[in-house]
């Protein structure tokens, strides 16, 4: 037991936890995805709405980001929901991985709506997710799920495929 | 003027570039330090298009709660058959994924499960374990060895059960999977036969194996060898044919061998080499002749299985899977035990073919088992050589409502078939013996038909019950048995979660307890002695006395033979069939995870378990008479038809009886676990159960009732594993297991002399002492993935028995190579 007790006591003193970054680069990722998809008319007006789906410390940087830039034209405006119902219009939703299970709910909210959602949790993108934030060998990475985003009428710039990894 | 202000914009133009140039167009993202680009404002990094971005995001690495996410809150789907973070999961749940199998060293599924809490898992032989979740070992003591197996936990392989259908227990050896192509191993501590069916009383191990994956060509193949080590392979390899369509082919070959070549034996007491350890009580002679080929002393295991899968994955939600499995294996362990050892050399060649269907919410599963086994191969009486089949079918449906309420209604179906009718059939020819029995005596059936709901409820974000209702009606017993189970959870926020469940669950009832009756002729009027000298001339002195009949003592032999028949009866519970009671564990549990830091998260459950109605081989009788020489038959008159006091022959019938048995078992216990996650490249987890088991109506070898506390489980156990990877080329991982001291009950006949009238009952103790497993495996990544490895098991020397009356387990190093694609 002593010997446990001094590993885990070594284990707090030599702790140097790495802040979360990944928060700061997924809302910078989830940004710039728009630089890469066309939406189709319909959806190129207005406000570009990012919505959230429930708590996720990505919803803060994303409004840092949204004082900064515009999508094209458009001022970017971060909505934030708690439940798949209250979910209304979105250019891109965000699902953080606390809210994985509600992707079955979201995806028949939406259908064929130009409406990308973006998940975090591996095995996500084979199941309706359009883009899924991965971590691969160690790296953040993200899935990209071309038939689904070509499906909802969006354009995609091929560059952004080969950044990403493409599930057909 | 004017051209003097244009050369002098110009110049500060040229200066502007060459100053930004190297800030944002020819920088080399990959070689800045982690500093610079944590450095970096939300406008610099708002510049970088998006492949720069990752680059950074690389630099910066994933963090450590992403690290605490990725390590330990996968994805697992037995705990409540729905796909969820290993956090949310409402039940004691541990996952350990394919990277920690890899890292810990682990060559056997059993040694994954040492890295698991609540789990008891002692190494017999080298490479062949006994497991037991959270304990009810060896329940009731002083039970024959093949009742300590674990009999109450279920383990599945994608969810289709591998238990053995003789006993319920599980001949790890068997399972056709290969240590490359599993994903995780899924293990929910608690009753769960509502969830999964019959003999999830203790517990859940569902192996899952990889499934399809991105990649056209997925290759690992594995190879490893070191001492008392020939060789352990291991391989997977799949191919992505269409984008829908992926076939993958695994195999394992696995042969090592014993720390020793003695074998425990029963009549001395002591670990002796095969020519003495191998003689049974009364000189039985158990293995055709002892001799140095009657068992292979050597061998520990000596095994190879394959599989091939082919699955279709139509959509997300639509998919069929086909495998085919194959094995052969020979282990040597305690197991089946006679007279003479406890230990038997079990080789089992077995197939399968398993159908699996999910489309949309209907899962449905059909699974056909067959082969051969011999529960111990060399062994003549009794024969426990058969061919077995089992064919089980599963049909789910989960129907969700409005996103909060999900309805899962199933059907289960299994009918299982033994057959040793031609074995009896041959040995009965080899030997010229027609009283040789088997086990089964002819071919036996048993059919299982299961109906069951699970009502999954979330009224809020935070709230969730579930309820689990499961009947099974066994074909041989008369009452459906119910299984239950109540689950709620709550999830304080993010970090906080709560968890209680209140179970009832059961084990099976098998072929080996339903139908296993035969006769077992141990000796026939075979010679087991001879007359005690100090008995033969207290004789010839009597004689010599009396005038008319001194002169017989000079006919008398030198030695009197007294021979014996010795047959032993097994009653299985054909004859009471019907009141025949399964192990039953009643269970409550509360639960508690939370990440307590960014970097740190703690799972800790307290239970409370009822267990009863246990079933054991009882010795009900020993009926014994003796046939005395008479005074004709010693001198060779025959007219001399006078008995006299020396026994010619004695007739044993021994008979045990397989019963139920009124013992009541009530266990409390704590477990815990602490993940670490100090930096990306260390991390810890720490774990143990506290446990406390009592007995009440046990009753004793001598028939004394009374409550005991059951020390045969450890009352403390538990783990530890530190993983260093400084870089992304090498990890050293080292973790240990440990137990306390237990204490081993055992009841066998013994005989304090070669005199069978001395034939006793005894109960022998087999103190297993406390003991600390280290293990360590350093690994270097020197191409792509592909890596070299030696790891060490056992590197605190101590040559301890792990489990009564088996072989000392020693130190082992394995040197190995690992490729991939």
């Known amino acids: 037991m002593k010997q446990i007790l001094l590993f885990a006591l070594l284990a707090f003193l030599c702790s140097h936890g790495l802040q979360a970054q990944n928060e700061k680069f997924k809302a910078l990722f989830i940004y710039n995805f728009t630089k ?73 909210k939406f259908g064929k709506t130009a409406s990308i959602i973006i998940t975090d949790e591996q095995g996500l993108a084979q199941k309706g997710s359009d883009i899924n934030f991965v971590v691969k060998e160690g790296k953040q990475n993200f899935e990209i799920n071309k038939t689904n985003i070509l499906g909802k009428g969006l354009k995609i710039d091929p560059a952004l495929l080969n950044l990403g990894i493409v599930i057909q | ?65 992403e690290l605490l996410e990725m390590i330990l809150n996968i994805e697992v789907s037995t705990a409540s058959k729905k796909k969820e973070s290993v956090f949310n999961s409402p039940l004691s749940t541990t996952v350990i994924p394919a990277e920690m199998i890899e890292q810990s060293g682990a060559t056997t599924l059993e040694e994954v499960l040492r890295l698991v809490p609540g789990m008891i898992v002692r190494q017999k032989t080298n490479g062949n374990f006994d497991v037991h979740i959270r304990g009810f070992d060896n329940v009731p003591p002083e039970n024959f060895t093949h009742f300590s197996e674990n009999m109450i936990s279920l383990v599945m392989v994608d969810g289709i059960p591998v238990y053995n259908n003789v006993s319920g227990g599980t001949f790890w050896e068997t399972i056709p999977v290969s240590m490359a192509q599993i994903d995780r191993v899924e293990v929910v501590r608690g009753p769960s036969s509502a969830l999964y069916g019959p003999n999830a009383a203790s517990g859940v191990i569902n192996i899952i194996t990889k499934g399809a994956s991105d990649k056209k060509i997925n290759l690992v193949a594995d190879a490893k060898s070191g001492n008392e080590t020939n060789g352990i392979t291991n391989l997977y390899v799949a191919r992505k044919i269409t984008d829908k369509f992926t076939v993958s082919l695994a195999g394992k070959y696995d042969k090592r061998n014993r720390f020793t070549d003695e074998y425990y034996s029963f009549v001395k007491g002591d670990y002796m080499k095969v020519e003495d350890s191998l003689i049974g009580l009364t000189g039985v002679d158990y293995y055709n002749g002892i001799n140095e080929q009657s068992l292979d002393q050597k061998v520990a295991r000596d095994l190879w299985a394959t599989n091939l899968n082919l699955l279709y994955q139509q959509a997300p939600d639509i998919k069929f899977s086909l495998t085919g499995t194959m094995q052969d294996s020979k282990i040597q362990t305690a197991f089946f035990e006679n007279l003479a050892t406890p230990y038997s050399t079990r080789t089992s060649t077995t197939n399968s073919v398993n159908f699996k269907a999910d489309v949309k919410g209907l899962s449905a599963n059909v699974s056909y088992q067959f082969g051969r086994q011999n529960l111990s191969e060399g062994m003549i009486r009794p024969v426990i050589e058969y061919d077995m089949s089992n064919l089980m079918a599963n049909l789910e449906y989960e129907i969700v409502i409005k996103d909060k309420l999900s309805i899962r209604p199933g059907f289960n179906y299994q009918q299982c078939a033994y057959d040793d009718s031609e074995y009896e059939k041959e040995y009965r020819l080899e030997k010229n013996d027609p009283g040789i029995n088997g086990l089964f005596h002819g071919k036996k059936e048993s059919s299982l038909m299961a109906g069951s709901l699970k009502l999954d409820y979330a009224p809020t974000e935070a709230l969730r019950f579930i309820a689990a209702l499961r009947a099974d009606k066994y074909e041989y017993i008369d009452n459906t048995k119910p299984a239950y189970q109540l689950v709620a959870s709550y999830k304080i926020n993010e970090n906080h979660m709560v968890r209680a469940n209140y179970s009832q669950a059961n084990r099976g009832a098998f072929v080996g307890n339903v139908h296993a009756n035969f006769k077992n002729q141990i000796l026939i009027n075979e010679i087991v002695g001879v007359i005690p000298d100090a008995d033969y001339a207290m004789f010839k002195a009597y004689l010599s006395s009396n005038s008319a009949t001194a002169s017989l003592v000079d006919l008398l032999p030198a030695v009197v033979p007294v021979r014996a028949n010795y047959n032993q009866y097994y009653i299985g519970s054909d004859i009471n069939k019907k009141d025949y009671e399964l192990t039953t564990l009643n269970t409550a549990e509360l639960g508690y995870r939370g990440k307590l830091a960014k970097n740190l998260q703690i799972d800790v459950e307290a239970f409370h378990t009822i267990a009863k109605d246990f079933d054991a081989l009882v010795p009900t009788g020993k009926n014994m008479d003796t046939v005395f020489y008479t005074l004709g038959e010693l001198t060779g008159i025959s007219s001399l038809t006078d008995e006299v006091p020396l026994p010619k022959l004695i007739n044993i019938e021994d008979t045990l009886n397989f019963e139920n048995i009124k013992i009541k078992g009530t266990q409390i216990g704590v477990s815990a676990t602490v993940d670490y996650v100090a930096s990306k490249k260390l991390t810890f987890r720490f774990f143990g159960t506290w446990q406390q088991t009592r007995l009440k109506d046990h009753i004793t070898i001598e028939g004394e009732k009374k409550d005991i506390d059951h020390k045969n489980t450890p009352t403390f156990y538990g783990g530890f594993n530190i993983l260093y990877s400084p870089v992304k080329e090498f990890y050293m991982n080292v973790g240990s297991y440990f137990y306390t001291e237990q204490t081993y009950n055992h009841y066998w006949l013994i005989s304090q002399n070669a005199d069978a009238n001395a034939i006793q009952k005894k109960n022998a103790q087999d103190i297993i002492g406390s003991k600390m497993i280290v293990n360590a495996k350093f690994s270097y990544m020197f191409e792509h993935q592909n890596t070299v490895y030696v790891q060490f098991a056992n590197l605190l020397f101590d040559d301890k028995r792990e489990f009564a009356f088996t072989d000392p387990i020693k130190t082992t190093f394995l040197l190995g190579i690992t490729f991939r694609l």
């Open chain 1, 36 to 108: 890469y998809l066309d939406w189709p008319a319909g959806f190129s007006q207005g406000d570009f709405v990012i919505g959230i789906l429930g708590s996720t410390g990505i919803e803060e940087e994303l409004k840092i980001i949204a004082q900064k830039k515009q999508v094209g034209n458009m001022t970017i405006v971060i909505s934030h929901f708690n439940t798949p119902e209250s979910v209304t219009k979105c250019h891109l939703l965000f699902i953080p991985s606390s809210k994985s299970d509600k992707l079955a709910a979201i995806t028949g």
């Open chain 2, 1 to 65: 003027m004017k051209t003097s202000k244009y050369i002098l914009l110009l110049f500060i133009g040229i200066s502007l570039f060459m100053q930004i140039k190297p800030a944002f167009s020819q920088v080399d993202y990959t070689k800045m330090s982690k500093e610079q680009v944590l450095q970096m404002t939300y406008d610099e990094l708002l510049a970088l298009p998006l492949g720069d971005l990752m680059a950074l995001a690389d630099i910066v690495g994933v963090s450590a709660d």
